[in-house]
């Protein structure tokens, strides 16, 4: 179900939330937060990947 909502939104995922009344888009636009909102947004924006692996987030390697 995650994977096709997500297929379904992958083109523009903030024009999603947007379109679709998120709650979340709500509260935070109310903020005046939408750039934040579209760099959240952004995929692949960090070359590194945390995990959270007894109590502690730690960076898997090689990725």
Known sequence: MAASLYEEARPDLYEFMKT???SHYHRLSGYGLEKD???CLEPDG???????VDG???VKAGV
Request: zero cysteines; proline letters at 6%.
């Open 20 to 22: 679709k009344n998120a």
């Open 37 to 39: 909102i579209r760099y």
């Open 46 to 52: 960090a070359n590194v990947l945390p995990l959270y």
């Open 56 to 58: 502690r987030l730690v």
